[in-house]
């Protein structure tokens, strides 16, 4: 089995996309899951993806930090159209801004509608959306992360 080692560039917030880049070929790392808030915004995309090929890295993942039921659904486009000019077809989002038993019944439903109209988007666009566990999102508990996917129902929307 042939296995890929890098890294996610959120754990270098103070470096800038070439220093990350030039660190990680000299340790010999080959992939990066860039993230949007400060390395790469969906409008660096390009920029990014040219230091990428200059230094021989792919990008694996786009961690976004689209969050489900919160930011606006026509907004992931943007986000779609970065992760695949990086060169990758998953993307890591948040679902929802507060835990799991947090949410009314109602405001589960609601979340549920958002999460199955972004994973009709990504079955049309070819692309994989990958919720995050995390504290402060509906995926902070493995059972509600169980739900969530059980609800869903689609294998472009996963953990």
Known sequence: MNYNFGLCSI??????????LHAMKAAGLSVIEWGSDVHCPPEKAQE???LQKQYGIKCCSYGTYFR??????????????AAKTLGTDVLRLWCGDKNSEDYTEQEKKELFAACKAAAAIAET???TLCMECHNRTYT?????????????NSPHFRM
Do not use: H, W
């Open 140 to 152: 902070n508990a493995k059972n509600a992360a169980l739900e969530l996917m059980s609800q869903v």
């Open 68 to 81: 489900l039921g919160v930011t606006p659904i026509c907004e992931l486009e943007s986000y779609i159209k």
């Open 125 to 127: 666009e070819g692309v």
């Open 48 to 50: 990014i993806t040219d």
């Open 11 to 20: 754990s270098f917030r103070k470096k800038t996309p070439e220093e990350i």
